[in-house]
């Protein structure tokens, strides 16, 4: 035996899927989907950047208007709902060390006629301490054309499913994209769970 095989044996007899994202259908009913649009609209819209410590605009990486909308009475149910849903996705997929939300949930909107965000990750030099990131679709799935949440996880990427109110999870390491949308708007609620840096 050598000395990494403890080790090994451990980790491998989690079967843990670190490289798929953890779908959650019917997380948020229209209702509640209309009430975080709602939330979102009200806060401070701009163009989405890109850059990490030097964020600037460039819409051939990024086209989109997001807001950031912080914990406050009126958004803990929204909050809470991630996180219970957050801490039973990590309990079965990946076991992260997980400290709660680093940042403010991002609502964000892509536009038809190219608004897109191009290959990426969401954990980088300025928000190393993202564990999982959150997605939920809020448009009707046939509001849109194109505006495909996919992750690059093999020879073909994965797309996550267009239905409305659903929550996908996955880690803030994954490489993922949105497509171009065509016509039509695409809405969706962004969140991160944070924890100690990965080592």
């Known amino acids: 035996m050598t000395y990494s095989d403890p080790f090994i044996d451990y980790y491998a007899s989690k079967r843990l899927s670190v490289t798929e994202p953890y779908i959650v259908e019917d997380a948020f009913t229209d209702e509640e989907c209309d009430m975080i649009i709602d939330i979102g609209e009200e806060a401070y819209l701009f163009e989405g950047l890109v850059g990490g410590a030097d964020n600037i605009k460039r819409k051939h990486i990024r086209d ?51 608004g897109h965000y191009s290959w990426h990750a969401d954990i980088g030099q300025t928000c190393s301490h993202r564990k999982l990131s959150m997605v939920v679709q809020l448009s009707h799935e046939d509001e849109y054309e194109g505006g495909d949440l996919q992750f690059f996880t093999g020879p073909e990427p994965i797309t996550a499913p267009r239905t409305r109110g659903t929550l996908i999870l996955f880690p803030s390491f994954l490489i993922h994209r949105v497509t171009p949308v065509n016509s039509g708007v695409r809405e969706s609620m962004v969140s991160w769970i944070s924890g100690p840096n990965f080592r």
Do not use: H
């Open 64 to 114: 989109s208007i997001v807001g950031f909308v912080p914990f406050c009475e009126e958004t803990s149910w929204i909050f809470d709902r991630l996180a219970d849903q957050a801490i039973m996705a990590n309990d079965e997929s990946w076991n992260f060390d997980l400290a709660g939300f680093g940042d403010d949930f991002q609502y964000t909107k892509y536009f038809g006629g190219g």
